[in-house]
């Protein structure tokens, strides 16, 4: 089983509409989530944290089920500027502060 | 915001050179920066942990004699990919962690190599 999955899509979304990704980990004991947006051929750049009790930035909603080990991310009223690569990323913690990326959703939005 | 520089950008190089790729931190001060490679629509992967005056960590399956890393500086290190084949061929990110308590990781802009 991969540490991070995510749905690959694509997923293409008409604009204005409201557009939900999931991602799963595997280590139970991981600390720390994040969700990371990837233009093509270009470096990931942090879109949001994802904290235990969810949290938003504008349009974008992040929430965490540590019972069911996964993440997710909501955008809402979509933009044709969202279109990009959706990263889901993970942070075990305890000293080990490496990054593991999921593969990435894909997402394009549709004028 | 903080920000990580690559160079070169984008590199061609001929199979069995030598191709270095530097990462630098131009406004903050990073003890350890990372290494990543990313193929066609796949995720980043990461390759090793390079630690400012010391010796990097490389994950598994990555030839520690065939990517040369060295972190100089605080603000500086360097991957060598060494005598290149085109399996090589790759997008290279290296990132940065800020030496300050958010640890925040900031993302260089890539290199693109081509090994013909």
């Known amino acids: 089983r991969k540490e991070v999955e995510q749905d690959p899509g694509p997923f293409n979304v008409p604009e204005g509409a409201t557009v939900a990704f999931n991602c799963t980990y595997s280590?139970?004991?991981?600390?720390?989530f994040f969700w990371y947006r990837q233009d093509c051929r270009k470096e990931p750049k942090l879109l949001m944290s994802?904290?235990?009790s969810g949290n938003e930035d504008g349009r974008f909603t992040a929430q965490l089920n540590r019972a069911s080990q996964y993440i997710s991310l909501l955008i809402r009223d979509s933009k044709l500027s969202d279109s990009a690569t959706y990263l889901c990323?993970?942070?075990?913690?305890?000293?080990?502060?490496?990054?593991?990326f999921g593969t990435g959703t894909r997402l394009t939005i549709i004028p | 915001g903080a920000v990580v520089s690559q160079h070169p950008s984008r590199v061609i190089c001929k199979s069995g050179t030598s191709v270095k790729i530097e990462c630098r931190s131009l406004?903050?001060?990073?003890?350890?920066m990372f290494w990543y490679r990313q193929f066609p629509k796949q995720s980043l992967m990461l390759m090793a942990t390079?630690?400012?005056?010391?010796?990097?960590?490389?994950e598994q399956g990555v030839e520690k004699d065939k990517f040369l890393i060295n972190h100089a500086s605080l603000t500086l290190s360097t991957l060598t990919v060494t005598s290149a084949h085109p399996e090589d061929s790759s997008f290279y990110i290296c990132?940065?962690?800020?030496?300050?308590?958010?640890?925040?990781?900031?993302f260089g802009p890539g290199t693109r190599l081509l090994v013909l």
């Open positions: 406004d903050f001060q990073a003890t350890t």
């Open positions: 994802v904290y235990s």
């Open positions: 390079s630690n400012e005056g010391s010796k990097a960590t490389y």
């Open positions: 280590n139970s004991a991981s600390q720390s």
């Open positions: 990323v993970v942070i075990l913690g305890f000293g080990n502060e490496k990054l593991t």
């Open positions: 990132s940065a962690r800020d030496n300050t308590a958010s640890k925040t990781q900031y």
